[in-house]
């Protein structure tokens, strides 16, 4: 996405974006393009950082994902701030997927930042099968 100028972002910013797959802020860009591009705006310092891309999100949330997911974002954001930088609650963020996974038929991945320029990915979907692989990647299939 072309920004009319640079926006600086604060590399101890913690921050918790939310993106949709049918969003048309992503214009052109296929929707990996768009979460490179969004990755690429954080801050290579930045180890605060999580990105839930929602493959069937438009540009505004529908209402039930997002009453469903908030609380717990915030409640991961606030568990972020606590432990501090380089220390991602994944507790926290793996009740994020948990949430959408129950709730209805989201699909999509959870990318967040363990250190400082190192991120993970982690697939999402109310697909059993997707839903296991996500276990099994930690541990706890």
């Given at each position: 996405?072309?920004?009319?100028?640079?926006?600086?972002?604060?590399?101890?910013?913690?921050?918790?974006l939310l993106m949709g797959g049918q969003d048309?802020?992503?214009?052109?860009?296929?929707?990996e393009e768009y979460v490179v591009d969004a990755?690429?705006?954080?801050?290579?310092?930045?180890?605060?950082?999580?990105?839930?891309?929602?493959?069937?999100?438009?540009?505004?949330?529908?209402?039930?994902?997002?009453?469903?997911?908030?609380?717990?974002?915030?409640?991961?954001?606030?568990?972020?701030?606590?432990?501090?930088?380089?220390?991602?609650?994944?507790?926290?963020?793996?009740?994020?997927?948990?949430?959408?996974?129950?709730?209805?038929?989201?699909?999509?991945?959870?990318?967040?930042?363990?250190?400082?320029?190192?991120?993970?990915?982690?697939?999402?979907?109310?697909?059993?099968?997707?839903?296991?692989?996500?276990?099994?990647?930690?541990?706890?299939?």
């Amino acid at each position: 996405m072309k920004l009319p100028k640079a926006v600086h972002w604060p590399t101890q910013a913690i921050s918790f974006l939310l993106m949709g797959g049918q969003d048309y802020f992503r214009g052109a860009m296929s929707p990996e393009e768009y979460v490179v591009d969004a990755k690429s705006r954080v801050p290579a310092g930045n180890a605060t950082t999580a990105i839930l891309f929602v493959n069937e999100m438009p540009h505004m949330p529908q209402t039930e994902m997002l009453g469903a997911a908030l609380p717990q974002m915030l409640e991961t954001l606030l568990s972020w701030q606590k432990v501090g930088s380089g220390n991602p609650p994944e507790a926290e963020l793996h009740a994020v997927l948990s949430i959408l996974e129950r709730t209805g038929p989201w699909s999509g991945r959870l990318l967040y930042t363990e250190s400082a320029g190192v991120w993970r990915e982690l697939p999402f979907s109310s697909s059993p099968a997707v839903h296991m692989q996500r276990l099994a990647a930690v541990g706890g299939a």
